[in-house]
C-alpha cells in the first residue's frame, strides 16, 4: 500500500459506550486510524472486543460515544454515508427475489434509470460470476453462492468505501478461500477501499494490505501490521513462508487478549 495514498477514513478519539438497565458497556475505543483509499484493510481480534462495533460506528450505524469519524474529509453523520457500502455476515438475500431482483433491490429505490440499472446488474452479474443465475432464487443456490449475491448488491451501489463483517464466517474453509480470490478480484477491479472485520487470522493475513489487531474489551488498537503483499494476489499466497510468519506475529498478538476475553484472571 502506497504511504502517500490520500486518507480515506479517519478516526479520532473514537470511543464506544453502551447504556442500558444492566449500567454502562465500554465496549470500544478509544481508537485512533486512518485507511488510505484504495487500501484493503483488516480488523482482527477476540470475541467481544467491539469488532463489529467499530465498523457499525464508520457506517454510521451507530454513533460514537466520543470522538470523530470522518469520510472523505467530512463527518460521518446519522445515516449510511453515500459512497459507502456495507455486507454482514448473515445471508440477507430476500427469499421471494430472484438473484436479479435482489441485486437490483436497492438501486432501483435510487434515481437511477432503467438503462443504467441493467447496466450496472450485468457489470455484478459477470464480475460475481453469476451471469447463469440470475433467475433462480436464494433456495436454490449453496451458501457460498448467496453471499456473491449479497456482495453483488452491494457492489451496484458503486461504493468507494466496502465495509465486509464477517461475510465468510459461515462457510467451509475451502469455500472462505475461494471466496477470498474473489473479493481480491472485486477490490482490484473497482479501487474501492476495503475493510474487513473477521475473527480468522489467515483470512486477514491473506487478503490485507495492513491488519490491525484489538485488545479485548475496550477494544483499542494493539498494532498494525504490514503485510507487504503485491496487489495482484490470491488464496496461492498461504504457501509462502512470510504467511506463516504474519499469522504466527497476529497470533502472538491476540493470544493474551483472547484469554482474557474467555477468563479474565487469566491474564
Sequence with gaps: MDPQSPIHVSLRG????????????????????????????AVVGPSGCGKSTLLDVI?????????????????????????????????????????????????RRQPVD??????????????????????????????????????ART?????????????????????????????????????ATVLLITHALDEAAMLADRVAVMSARPGRILEVIETGWPRERDSQIVSVPEFGAITARLWTLLRAQSMQALRPEAV
Design 14 to 41: 473514537v470511543t464506544k459506550v453502551f447504556v442500558s438497565g444492566l449500567g454502562r458497556t465500554h465496549a470500544l475505543g478509544p481508537i485512533d486510524i486512518d485507511l488510505r483509499r484504495g487500501e484493503f484493510f
Design 59 to 107: 457506517a454510521a450505524l451507530t454513533p460514537p460515544s466520543q470522538g470523530a469519524v470522518t469520510f472523505e474529509g467530512r463527518p460521518i453523520g446519522n445515516t449510511v454515508p453515500d459512497g459507502v457500502g456495507v455486507v454482514f455476515q448473515e445471508n440477507a438475500c430476500f427469499p421471494w427475489l430472484n438473484v436479479a431482483d435482489n441485486i437490483t433491490f436497492g438501486l
Design 114 to 151: 432503467k438503462t443504467e440499472i441493467e447496466q450496472r446488474l450485468q457489470y455484478a452479474l459477470q464480475l460475481m460470476g453469476l451471469q447463469d443465475f440470475a433467475h433462480a432464487f436464494p433456495s436454490q443456490l449453496s451458501g457460498g453462492m448467496r453471499q456473491r449475491v449479497c456482495i
Design 155 to 191: 457492489l451496484v451501489m458503486q461504493p468507494r468505501l466496502i465495509l465486509l463483517d464477517e461475510p465468510f464466517g459461515a462457510l467451509d474453509q475451502q469455500t472462505r478461500l475461494l471466496m477470498g480470490d474473489e473479493l481480491l478480484r472485486i477490490w482490484r477491479a473497482t479501487g
